[in-house]
């Protein structure tokens, strides 16, 4: 059974700070990692996705992998209120269809 | 404008009826799902199509049916089968590597 674990929250840093999001999974042949983010009663939305070959920055988000210890972060720079929400982490593995994880509240205070 | 469209965005049941949930897609996506939302369980996978006429259970497809006659559409039908239905429903495609999400529907048993 292919796992994916993200500590629930909430996390919360005050505003301009740096937020990071952990997500640890247990299918060591995963390729695909996905952040999505969720307001309270809204769909899930693309933050972005990172490759097993490389981390990836998109703003003030990053995405970092470790293989080594399998776990994927996203980290948001500059924190916002409007950062505030649930944040899931996906992982993928080839094909397949990816497991997601329970998500991690965040909030930004101001 | 391209998007997933999911109606009715709030539904109410009456224990012992089926209900159906729709789903259309304009983004020419081949592969189609049907997520499970509930408070602190992350998405759960209920039914999947990679084709046209073509679909797979997930990880909790008792209670549920699906069709896929068309490439654009992906119904989910709850059934009286299914004892605790009250949930978050969310319909997504695919494209490439990527899963997008329509923007949910809720279900409530009255």
């Known amino acids: 059974q292919k796992e994916v674990e993200q500590n629930s929250g909430p996390l919360s840093v005050p505003e301009g700070a740096i937020a990071s999001l952990n997500c640890t999974y247990s299918?060591?042949?995963?390729?695909?990692f996905f952040w999505y983010r969720q307001y309270s009663g809204k769909s899930p939305e693309l933050i972005m996705f990172i490759y097993s070959n490389g981390d990836k920055e998109d703003g003030r988000f990053t995405a970092q992998l470790n293989k080594a210890s399998q776990y994927v972060s996203l980290l948001i720079r500059d924190s916002q209120p409007s950062d505030s929400a649930t944040y899931l982490c996906a992982v993928k593995r080839g094909s397949y269809i990816p497991t997601f994880g329970r998500g991690t509240s965040l909030i930004v205070h101001p | 404008d391209g998007g997933i469209t999911q109606s009715p965005k709030y539904l109410f049941r009456k224990e012992g009826q089926n209900v159906t949930l729709s789903c259309e897609q304009n983004l020419n996506h081949d592969a189609m799902y049907w997520y499970r939302q509930d408070p602190g369980q992350g998405l759960r996978l209920i039914y999947y199509?990679?084709?046209?006429?073509?679909?797979q259970k997930g990880d909790i497809a008792e209670g549920y049916s699906v069709s896929r006659e068309k490439k654009e559409s992906f119904p989910l039908t709850v059934t009286s089968a299914q004892k605790n239905p009250t949930a978050f429903y969310l319909c997504?495609?695919?494209?490439?590597?990527?899963?997008?999400f329509g923007e949910g529907s809720w279900l409530t048993v009255v």
């Open positions: 299918d060591r042949g995963s390729q695909s």
């Open positions: 997504a495609s695919k494209t490439g590597n990527t899963i997008y």
């Open positions: 199509s990679q084709i046209v006429n073509d679909f």
